[in-house]
């Protein structure tokens, strides 16, 4: 058995197009404003939420005689007033890789505003098992013997069975599958896989709340500390209301404004 740690891959962000966005702020009458925001993301949630107001200078819209400046100061009121819509304009694509099915079945539950793509167990066949080790098995050597054993045994069986149903030498790919799925029934729950994710900037808040929370589960927490480190130090304007308190070493990320 290999000992594995969840792994984050940040694999793709919102990009400007910023000819179009010229050409719209010529056309509201504000070719010359322009944003400080550390990235495209932070900076199209500031323009989606501008444009509501007509809020990019004072006068474009006659009720508004002062406008907030700064992407900073302009994110961090709309959390404020709990504006979250205006967050779901900016959108990050992550790869988890080395996460147990435990992880997998857990993330799959958050529904709104994500798309997902699993590696499938009934076309890649498990052969050599890695996981995750939770803390309390890693701290007792009894509990990681046990652990341990039971991974081999069923790497074992993994083995045992690709050789008494010859797998290797099915002849199409539908038979390869039907048996692959079959034994993916003796398989841990703990096996780590791979799965791709991606969500607005809205979702991501909610997740990170919910997810490194210290009720929640240990190796989600230890994935989602990892995917905050990241998201915070790339997109600080839209994490910046965000306070880590480390619990059972690993990081709670919490804030006043929850669930925008
Ligand atoms: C510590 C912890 C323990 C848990 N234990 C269990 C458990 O024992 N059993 C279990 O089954 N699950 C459990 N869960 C999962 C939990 O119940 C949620 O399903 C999961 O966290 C997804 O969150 P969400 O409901 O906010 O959905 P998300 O998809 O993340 O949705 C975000 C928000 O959108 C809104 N929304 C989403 N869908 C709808 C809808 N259909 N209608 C109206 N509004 C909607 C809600 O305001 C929701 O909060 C647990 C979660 C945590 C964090």
Redesign the pocket.
Known sequence: MKSVEPKVFLVGETRLAEEGLQAYLAHVGAPDWHSDAPSDSELLCEVMGRLCYRSFEPGLNPNVTRVREGNAPYLANIVEVGHGSVLEHGSVNFIFADVSRVVTH?LV????G?AISQESLRFVRLDALSAYVPMHIRESEAGMEIFARTFEQLETIQRELARLYEIDDAKNFTEKKKLTSAFRRMAPIGVATTIGWSCNFR?LR??IE??T?P???EEIRLLFGKVYQLVQERYPNLFADYQVEQVDGLPWVKTAHG?V
């Open positions: 857990e539950r958050h529904r709104t994500t979702t909610h997740v919910m997810r929370d009720h929640a589960e669930k």
